[in-house]
């Protein structure tokens, strides 16, 4: 006989739903390094965020700079300089992130000395 499978509580399917949102905005290798480095930095022009996000390409910077955008977590800003220099920034909205990009950082420490035993 098969049980019924049980609805899950409003709360429950609220939570995942933004769990899945956040992922889907945030997920994959690169977006994390960068809000973090532009949490950390502060404003950065593109070549430099290239240099401190090791091994990204400039089309993947590009397009996951533009896809940070589009959400709102950064914002681009084009200079008026000769050569156009184009710097980076967190939004407001991208601020709130904070908080999350540090605990990822200490939790990803603490993980590091866990797996490979070394305090």
């Given at each position: ?5 049980e609805?899950k ?6 939570k ?9 905005i945030?997920?994959g290798k ?5 809000v973090?480095m ?9 070549m430099d965020?290239?240099r ?20 709102m977590?950064?914002k681009?800003?084009v200079?008026?300089?000769k050569?156009v220099t184009?710097?980076y920034?967190?939004t407001?909205h ?7 990009i ?18």
């Amino acid at each position: 006989m098969k049980k019924q499978a049980e609805e899950k509580p409003e709360g429950c399917v609220s939570k995942l739903r933004g769990i899945t949102d956040a992922m889907d905005i945030l997920g994959g290798k690169w977006k994390i390094q960068i809000v973090g480095m532009l949490s950390i930095r502060g404003k950065m022009r593109f070549m430099d965020l290239m240099r401190e996000v090791d091994g990204i390409a400039a089309k993947m910077l590009s397009k996951e700079l533009s896809n940070l955008e589009l959400n709102m977590l950064v914002k681009r800003t084009v200079m008026e300089t000769k050569p156009v220099t184009v710097e980076y920034e967190l939004t407001a909205h991208g601020k709130t992130l904070d908080g999350i990009i540090a605990d990822i950082g200490r939790w990803g420490v603490l993980h590091r000395k866990k797996v490979t035993g070394k305090e």
